[in-house]
């Protein structure tokens, strides 16, 4: 019934993911909207948020929904919620999260006196980084692991606040807004009646 009448190739897919075709500012507007009808308190959702935007940081790609579902199932946060809030990872926003991931990991390594890779090298790109993980996994990966889970839960309780006030004011608002239709609908109808 919702299905397109031509299904989209792979390629439009990714294509979509980067740029999508209704227009950023349209994209926005449709996640804020699924985000203010989820039907579940405000702090549960703004946890829900925060959770997919911790696990954003983390290196792991395939597992960010699973990690998140599984927080979020074991915190008694909104599920969908934090499905939604790994989005804050994607292409545009993943090189400078993972770059401070890696940052914070090699430099904690090296206090503690552990080999870890500072930086990374001067032409990296995903198949010098993906050799570097394969050959010497804990030079890179390792910190990268600490790093990314340390800055996601450094963020929870920010991303949390502001979460929190904007899904429980648009929650306010959608409910004065249904409120305020309900009273009009009241005074049309006692109207007609009389």
Known sequence: MFKRRKPRTVLQNIKELFWPSMGWVRAARYTRHRIVRLSDTAPKIALGLSIGV????????????????????????NFLAALIGTFAGNPWTFPFMWWAAISLGSYLFQLLGLPAEATLPEHANF????????????????????????????????????????????????KKARENRLHKEAREVTGQDS
């Open 127 to 174: 198949g010098v980084i993906w050799e570097l993980v394969k050959s010497e996994p804990y030079r890179i990966f390792a910190p990268w692991m600490l790093g990314g889970y340390l800055l996601g839960l450094a963020t929870v309780p920010l991303t949390y606040t502001l979460f929190y006030q904007l899904v429980n004011g648009a929650q306010a608002a959608r």
């Open 54 to 77: 911790a696990i954003s940081f983390t290196p792991i790609l395939g597992t960010h929904f699973v990690q998140a579902g599984f927080i979020a199932y074991l915190v008694r946060a």
